[in-house]
């Protein structure tokens, strides 16, 4: 996890990133949440690393095209490097690996001397960040005469160190580099390597995330295992043989884990214990697909699953289904593949198995809708089962739900069009014909004449393709093309549709927005401390409206209780999980002052209410929102109005 330095350093060289213009420190500082001189700073401080170049004048900053020639001559951050620890987070994990191995505990003076910084800066800057990740995992550093220990149970520094490992800038791709520079004098690529091989040939389908995932908790036990460090008593039994017999697969689990053992013991001259072994069981057991997604049917899960948690997470869609007004909520297949995915997320929470997805932040802000429904599904799923469902398989749930709204969502509303060409054998009726076949349902012909016919008596069409240059009526979009349909003329007409159709989209946005937003709901710099003060503020406002009761404002919290809100670095969207509000709204605060929003801190609250009548434009709403504010541009422009008025105008400016 990055320290909220790093984070501001990141979001400023992203913001400078997506800027077509320069940039002026009072805006970046508005944008970051810091100062004018803290901008300056972290410029140097990018700068210094050489890894990009920010440019300044005194128009402000922008991002060089090109990185200094030391930069690019440099390693990537994939690649990479042995380097000392420069940065709080590198520093921090650094700390926590020599912890792990320091049986004896570690000098406060000797791992100062090893970061080449002070003692003071030691204990006031690296030492609150190692604290507070360590106790995230039910783990302490005791403090003794300037000598440092971690202590906690095994279980616990091994998902420690797993976490460090999948939680840094690049997830999954740097894991391993991330466990070489932790533990250096062990052979991290040639125990992977031994390990993939050892699982390719052992007949179990184990996707690409369940794999990386699996790989890395293995890595870590056997690197803990070679220092002595194995999993004890007070850990309590772990029962991986009770899992593991309830499978179809458990002779290849099996003999998979035993491999495995067997490649320890031959590498490292001793036996794997039987706690770790059972560790090694559950880990593959919980890593397997059941079954191929192919062959799923009512029938086969009911083999594998209990018929009433079927039916529950069946239940589960169908209400889902009802909620976000979809009346036809995903396809048979998709519903068993989740029903599938939410029997192996129950039983990773009941084994409490972490199964981190690195692409859990890109898929909540980038698929705000389909995420949302993850997070619906999620809430009644956990409450049904009493469990703990996080936000990576929140994530989880949205990339199965995502992929079926990418492949099988329905077009927007057909372009209408009318076809002008002279007759000439059949050319008419062939190039129509081609027409149909090459856009399908994305145009409707609804005439086909000549041009006499169409000066004497045009229809109302949204586009005009013609092969006779004709002047056409008002708004209409000509596409002037030949009477043969080349390649030229499909990339000409399938642009001019994809203008058509933005156009609707845009003046649909207005209407749906400016419907929602209202003078009466705007408030400039609210006096709030975090989230739940922000909603409670807001909340007061609504109900001296008449637009929300206590009921709604409480299941406000409770959704943003399930799964943060800020879907952006700017923004957050607090809305209901499962109550309707009286009448549909969109409430607005803007700050000067950062709000702190779980891990971000925001400076503008959309506070969205969707009447039961209006939940077919929820999706629709917070697309638009997200759009608006996933660009600089807009959000700068944002970060600089005072009025409603003002307000109104910015926002709907790209949308317009």
Same mark, same amino acid.
């Given at each position: ?11 400023? #060289? ?15 500082? =508005? %944008? ?21 170049? +920010? ?27 042995? *380097? ?18 320091? /049986? ?16 003071? *800066? ?26 440092? $220990? ?8 091994? $998902?420690?160190?797993?976490? +460090? ?10 894991? *391993? ?28 389908? #184990? ?48 003999? /998979? ?12 001259? /001793? ?49 889902? =289904? $009802? ?53 619906? #599904? ?11 469902? =996080? ?185 209901? #999980? ?56 807009? *959000? ?11 307000? %109104? ?8």
């Amino acid at each position: 996890m990055a320290s909220a330095k790093q984070n501001r350093i990141n979001r400023m #060289i992203d913001v400078l990133e997506n800027s077509s213009s320069w940039v002026s420190s009072s805006m970046l500082a =508005g %944008l970051l949440g810091a100062s004018e001189r803290s901008i300056r700073n972290y410029v140097a401080e990018v700068n210094e690393t050489g890894t990009r170049h +920010i440019e300044s004048s005194k128009e402000g900053y922008r991002l060089a095209t090109a990185a200094p020639a030391a930069a690019s001559a440099s390693a990537s951050p994939c690649e990479g490097v042995n *380097t000392l620890p420069a940065n709080a987070d590198s520093r921090r994990d650094f700390t926590i690996s020599r912890l792990v191995n320091a /049986c004896d505990g570690l000098s406060v003076f000797d791992i100062a001397d090893e970061l080449f910084i002070s003692e003071s *800066t030691f204990q006031s800057s690296v030492m609150p960040q190692v604290r507070a990740l360590v106790r995230q995992f039910d783990l302490n550093v005791e403090t003794h005469d300037y000598r440092m $220990k971690l202590t906690g149970r095994e279980a616990d520094k091994r $998902k420690l160190l797993g976490h +460090i490992a999948t939680h840094n800038s690049y997830g999954y791709f740097t894991s *391993t580099k991330t466990l070489e520079n932790m533990f250096p004098d062990f052979d991290v690529q040639a125990t992977l390597s031994s390990l993939v091989a050892i699982c390719q040939r052992s007949d179990l389908f #184990i996707n690409g995330y369940a794999l990386s995932n699996l790989l890395v908790h293995l890595l870590v036990i056997i690197i803990r295992l070679t220092s002595n460090n194995e999993l004890s008593e007070v850990d309590g039994p772990i029962d991986a043989d009770g899992l593991v017999t309830q499978l179809g697969q458990r002779e290849q689990i099996v003999r /998979c884990a035993q491999r495995i053992a067997a490649y320890f013991e031959k590498e490292f001259g /001793c036996a794997i214990p039987r706690d770790d072994f059972q560790q090694i069981l559950l880990l593959l057991a919980l890593s397997v697909e059941r079954c191929d997604f192919d062959e799923l049917s009512r029938e086969k899960l009911s083999s594998i699953i209990d018929r009433e948690f079927v039916d529950m997470v069946l239940g589960i869609l169908d209400e889902c =289904g $009802k909620r976000y007004d979809l009346p036809r909520f995903i396809d048979e297949p998709m519903r068993l593949q989740l029903v599938l995915h939410m029997f192996n997320a129950y039983q990773r929470a009941v084994y409490r198995v972490s199964y981190p997805n690195p692409l859990a932040a890109q898929i909540k802000s980038e698929y705000a809708p389909v995420y949302d429904m993850a997070v619906y #599904i999620a809430h009644r799923f956990s409450t049904a089962m009493d469990i703990e469902v =996080g936000e990576n398989e929140i994530a989880f749930i949205a990339f199965h739900i995502g992929a079926y709204f990418e492949k099988f969502s329905a077009p927007d509303g057909a372009v209408t069009c009318t076809v002008i060409i002279e007759e000439y054998h059949d050319f008419a009726r062939r190039l129509v014909d081609d027409l149909k076949t090459e856009f399908g349902d994305d145009i409707s012909v609804v005439a086909v004449m000549s041009c006499d016919s169409y000066l004497a008596n045009p229809p109302e069409s949204d586009a005009v393709i013609t092969t006779i240059d004709v002047p056409v009526c008002g708004g209409t979009t000509k596409v002037l093309i030949g009477p043969i349909l080349t390649k030229q003329n499909v990339r000409k007409i399938r642009d001019r549709l994809c203008a058509i159709q933005e156009r609707r989209r845009r003046l649909y946005a207005q209407g749906l927005l400016g419907r929602l937003l209202q003078p009466g709901l705007f408030i400039r710099n609210i006096d709030v401390v975090g989230a739940t003060s922000c909603i409670d503020q807001m909340g007061k406002l609504l109900a001296v409206q008449g637009l929300a009761t206590p009921e709604f404002i409480a299941d406000v919290h409770l959704r943003e209780s399930v799964s943060s809100t800020a879907f952006t670095d700017s923004l957050a969207i607090p809305h209901a #999980i499962s109550v309707y509000p009286k009448r549909s709204f969109i409430a607005v605060a803007h700050n000067d002052t950062p709000i702190p929003w779980g891990r971000h801190d925001v400076r503008f609250v959309l506070l969205i209410g969707i009447a039961q009548e209006d939940m077919g434009l929820f999706r629709d709403v917070l697309d638009l929102i997200i759009e608006v504010f996933s660009s600089v541009e807009t *959000t700068m422009r944002l970060m600089q109005t005072d009025t409603f008025e003002e307000f %109104l105008a910015a926002f709907t400016h790209d949308i317009g």
